[in-house]
């Protein structure tokens, strides 16, 4: 036998060394089992924008191999526009229930009562990200970084007007993006993604692309811009062919963002334990290609609202796995929590219900069910064959995906069944949406530094106008009146001091304007003494004519020091005084909390 003597000081340091190794052996365990969770959401590609669905138009070599190492479901639904998807997704609930009625104007914001997949995975020890469009409000705390996400890089609104080295924010703060949007939102998540290499993350990063306007870099538009498209909509004479062409080229781009991600994930060793899904958040934004179904963006028809979904696990999900059950975006919360092992904390009951056992292979005891579809008035129901569409027409979707032969008469009990559930949705969910939004945009949030005040959630009076009627990245114009003014419904949440700026254009000729900024007893004045007024952006790049507003590159004008009381009440933006011809051309005010001190 052989006897070690140690003294006591060597004896303290192999104990140390001992419970040094034995803490790193249960976390590298820890970490091994627990998954990445890589969240893809695009904007505005439908089902048919992929070639593994059988468009010989485009190519998407990288999102179909995502499908050849994993899952891909072959009847999966989302809602009809870009904020309920999200809302639904986010929270497992109908976007209904959380508030959402509309993609601006402070009705695509998410209630404060909802709990977020990305707060319940923060609760387990995630690092959290969301990089992109956002889209479920803009002030804190309905801001992605009240909502769960640590880091959040991108916009808040729900479309963005210029794609090239475009002002965007980083917790909210403004910045300048770098090169194209969706080349940049990828950067940022390669980044988050090496920073978080040790550590279980979950990225979401819904892409703006191929949403208007429609713009993509020179060598993703060359492929297509005198190709020939041998696969088009099945009522060809609505078809704009440029537009199917540059969306097609967004959507190669998108690919190519998806195989560097996937290949940061191979360099990194982490792509067996990383959980990777694809999506779209509706049906494609124009008439396109789409497996000859009925309906695009904004329509309950099922080309509206069906979208691929793609979910590669290797360490877990049988490569080429197609599982043929309907499903929903309000599916994936409770999913990606039960896949990860994560306990669900939702503050209220959800909708959606956990696929896992379709992914796994547990099916034996699968219930069939029926998947409501609403936008606005539009109300359509879809079972696993039948889909009963909004005036209540009943289609086989197996063979009739135009939706060209009402087959009521041959399923009349089903067709009473498919009624009465959507009877019952109106009035057991549709019902828990307020008939007036009562809900005012806070300001001052004691967490927060920032608050964005921009023109999209702003109400013009007078002659002003909008820059366009989509109020999302638009800004207002005409002020040319000391009675026009500008206001919002807020409530400053801490009272304090705050640094406002304003940022505006203005002509040579119109200088001398003094702006004033009220709210409560307090107000602020600010002269524009400094002309700036650029060209409009946005046409030069674009590969199709937009419908909604080009933008500028605004200047900030630091207005001064505001003091705002805690209370509720209506903040303006006025011109005392307007020398030239207009006041000037504004598009937001950030407000900025002085000496503010951030909790850990």
Wanted: overall charge negative.
């Amino acid at each position: 036998m052989i006897r070690l003597y140690f003294t006591p000081a060597q004896a303290k340091f192999c104990l140390f060394f001992i419970a040094y190794l034995a803490l790193f052996s249960c976390t590298k365990i820890k970490r091994n089992t627990t998954p990445n969770i890589v969240f893809i959401l695009t904007d505005d590609q439908g089902w048919g924008d992929l070639s593994i669905n059988g468009n010989s138009n485009i190519s998407t070599p990288n999102i179909d191999n995502l499908a050849n190492q994993g899952a891909i479901f072959d009847r999966f639904y989302v809602s009809p526009v870009c904020s309920p998807t999200r809302a639904e997704l986010l929270t497992g609930r109908y976007h209904v229930r959380g508030g959402v009625y509309s993609t601006s104007a402070g009705g695509e914001r998410l209630d404060l009562d909802e709990t977020t997949i990305a707060q319940t995975f923060q609760q387990a020890g995630y690092q959290t990200a969301a990089i992109g469009k956002w889209h479920n409000g803009m002030q804190y705390p309905y801001h992605p970084n009240g909502r769960g996400f640590e880091e959040f890089y991108g916009f808040c609104s729900g479309h963005w007007g210029n794609y090239f080295n475009p002002i965007l924010e980083h917790n909210g703060k403004l910045v300048k993006g770098e090169g194209f949007i969706i080349d940049d939102f990828t950067n940022r998540a390669l980044t988050f993604i090496e920073q978080n290499k040790n550590n279980p993350f979950f990225l979401y990063l819904p892409y703006n692309t191929p949403h208007s306007p429609m713009q993509v870099p020179e060598e993703w538009w060359g492929k297509f811009e005198k190709k020939d498209l041998k696969m088009l909509h099945h009522n060809m004479e609505n078809e704009d062919i440029q537009h199917t062409k540059a969306a097609l080229a967004m959507c190669e781009n998108i690919d190519w963002n998806v195989g560097r991600l996937v290949d940061k994930l191979d360099k990194l060793a982490l792509t067996d334990n990383t959980i990777i899904v694809f999506l779209s958040d509706n049906g494609p934004n124009g008439y396109r290609w789409n497996g000859g179904m009925k309906g695009k963006k904004g329509s309950t028809d099922e080309g509206g609202v069906r979208s691929p979904l793609i979910i590669q696990w290797k360490a877990q999900i049988d490569a080429r796995k197609k599982i043929t059950q309907i499903a929903s975006a309000l599916d994936l919360y409770p999913t990606l929590a039960e896949l990860a092992g994560v306990e669900l904390s939702p503050a209220k009951p959800l909708d959606g219900k956990s696929l896992t056992p379709l992914l796994k292979g547990n099916d034996s005891d699968w219930e069939d069910r029926f998947i409501v579809n609403n936008w606005k008035k539009s109300i359509s129901v879809r079972s696993q064959q039948f889909r009963l569409d909004s005036d209540n027409n009943l289609f086989d979707m197996t063979k009739d995906p135009s939706q060209n032969i009402d087959v009521s008469d041959q399923h009349p009990g089903l067709k009473e069944e498919m009624v009465n559930v959507k009877n019952k949705w109106k009035s057991d969910v549709l019902s828990e949406l307020p008939e007036i939004d009562l809900r005012t945009l806070p300001i001052g949030h004691p967490e927060f530094e920032f608050t964005q005040i921009p023109a999209r959630d702003g109400m013009a009076h007078g002659n002003i106008q909008r820059s366009s009627r989509f109020p999302n990245c638009s800004f207002f114009t005409n002020w040319i009146h000391e009675d026009d003014f500008i206001s919002w419904d807020v409530e400053v949440l801490e009272e304090g001091e705050y640094n406002a700026t304003l940022y505006y254009t203005c002509a040579d000729e119109n200088i001398g304007s003094t702006i004033r900024l009220i709210f409560d007893t307090d107000t602020l004045n600010a002269k524009v003494i400094e002309p700036h007024n650029p060209s409009l952006m946005g046409k030069e790049f674009d590969r199709y004519d937009r419908i909604e507003s080009y933008v500028k590159d605004f200047k900030p004008l630091e207005m001064g020091i505001i003091h705002l009381n805690k209370n509720k009440g209506r903040m303006i933006l006025q011109a005392t005084d307007i020398p030239g011809a207009e006041a000037i051309d504004f598009r937001l005010l950030m407000l900025q909390k002085r000496n503010f001190t951030p909790k850990i």
